[in-house]
Nanobody, 124 residues
Framework: QVQLVESGGGLVQAGGSLRLTCAAS????????MGWFRQPPGKEREFAAA????????DYADSVKGRFTLSRDNARNTVYLQMNNLKPEDTAVYYC?????????????????WGQGTQVTVSS
């Protein structure tokens, strides 16, 4: 079992930055790929970023590439999503997820544990 708790969301002006944190519990965290998905208002959930089990490999949606950075600290059972140069279209509920395997993936069905989500609102 893995439990995930996100934090760090909030209201920020366009061009600003936020860092989301996902704290995980469970002995298998260190061996799992991790991902962030987001759900904009009135839209379906979409992939944002993923990282493999040891942090050597990351993947990003084109919409966030170059602005978001995903990292992990396995000693702290924590994943971080640094979001810079935020845009109003980044407004969404952001969800942390733990993958079924050690590899991060862009498909939500590859994840079997999810956090409760944290709201990010970017004003223009």
């Amino acid at each position: 079992q893995v439990q995930l708790v996100e934090s760090g969301g909030g209201l920020v002006q366009a061009g600003g930055s936020l860092r989301l944190t996902c704290a995980a519990s469970g002995r298998t965290f260190n061996w799992k790929g991790m991902g962030w998905f987001r759900q904009p208002p009135g839209k379906e959930r979409e992939f944002a970023a993923a990282i493999n089990w040891n942090g050597d490999n990351t993947d990003y949606a084109d919409s966030v590439k170059g602005r978001f950075t995903l990292s992990r600290d396995n000693a702290r059972n924590t994943v971080y999503l640094q979001m810079n140069n935020l845009k109003p279209e980044d407004t969404a509920v952001y969800y942390c997820a733990a993958a079924r395997s050690g590899w991060g993936a862009s498909y939500s069905d590859q994840y079997n544990y999810w956090g409760q989500g944290t709201q990010v609102t970017v004003s223009s």
